[in-house]
């Protein structure tokens, strides 16, 4: 595992370049990069920049609309090969999004065979170029709660889908949070294989808060509270041999609000104490 720094994530507003000196400075070893940079860039160019800082990607944004409307998927699919190409050269071949836990217009059953399918189409197109992708479930109960139908909201729910995709390059983005108020446990974690965690993100919970009523931009720094077992978490996905990034996403306002500087190092703080207290070197 390596600690990667997402700046949007943190509510650092800052040029790549300036991203990537504050990620060095601060201890990460990875970066995520918005996927228009290579083109910008080059791709040479973009590998040159995290050679120099001692930095890989952490993933790129999967740019496909897959929950939306037929037409908005095509759109999406038919550019893919296009970025699935070109992306990696850069050196990180992971895609990373998330998934809505319901909808007012799909059962459980219906929404789930319509997600299989996209996703398979998804994923053998990066399977074609050697990628994989991975998305992330929703765990909080209040967001079901604004839907008719739920919809795949656990760690355990989500391993059924990959299995079903059948691509073989389809994983989860496994969110501790998201883990947390699903109602997981360290046992889920621990079934599992390394390939079929891609991504990783970390953050702490309020205290106090009843389970069923978490709210998702409510969240808390890692190891702000310790409502949330990031050391053990931290600990069952290095058991499993997940090699990949470990990247904050706190939606903190504060921090938000902060200097980009202030804001790295406040992170990088967070990161680094659930990382030792897992007893994992930084």
């Known amino acids: 595992m390596f600690p990667n720094l997402s700046p949007g994530a943190v509510g650092i507003r800052a040029s790549v370049e300036e991203a990537m000196k504050l990620a060095r400075t601060n201890g990460f070893k990875g970066i995520d990069v918005d996927i228009h940079e290579p083109e910008r860039f080059g791709a040479e160019k973009l590998k040159a920049l995290l050679k120099e800082n001692g930095l890989r990607i952490g993933g ?10 037929d037409e908005k998927f095509r759109e999406g699919l038919k550019e893919l090969p296009k970025w699935a190409a070109l992306l990696p050269q850069s050196g990180c071949k992971s895609f990373i999004s998330w998934m809505m836990s319901g909808s007012n217009e ?44 739920e919809f795949i909201h656990t760690l355990p729910q989500m391993i059924e889908l990959c299995d079903a995709v059948g691509t073989g390059n389809m994983g989860v983005l496994l969110d501790s949070w998201h883990w ?26 309020p205290n106090g808060v009843a389970l069923d009523k978490h709210i998702d931009d409510q969240r808390a720094m890692p190891m702000e509270t310790g409502v949330i077992d990031l050391p053990g978490f931290l600990k069952a996905l290095n058991e ?4 990949g990034p470990v990247t904050a996403e706190p939606f903190n306002k504060a921090l938000a609000q902060m200097p980009a500087e202030e804001a790295a190092r406040v992170t990088a703080a967070s990161v680094k104490k659930a990382w030792e207290a897992a007893g994992l070197p930084w």
Not at 117 to 135: A, M, N, P, Q, T
Not at 180 to 196: E, N, W
């Open 180 to 205: 947390f108020t699903s109602g997981g446990d360290l046992a889920q974690i621990k079934a599992l294989r390394a390939d079929q965690v891609v991504y990783v993100h970390i953050n702490d919970a």
């Open 106 to 149: 799909f059962t459980f059953a219906a929404n789930f065979e319509r997600m299989r399918s996209r996703f398979r189409e998804i994923g053998l197109i990066l399977k074609d170029h050697g990628c994989v992708f991975g998305i992330e479930f929703l765990g909080p109960k209040r967001i079901r709660d604004n839907f008719k139908h």
């Open 240 to 243: 499993i041999g997940y090699a």
């Open 60 to 69: 790129w944004g999967l740019p496909v609309d897959f929950g939306g409307s």
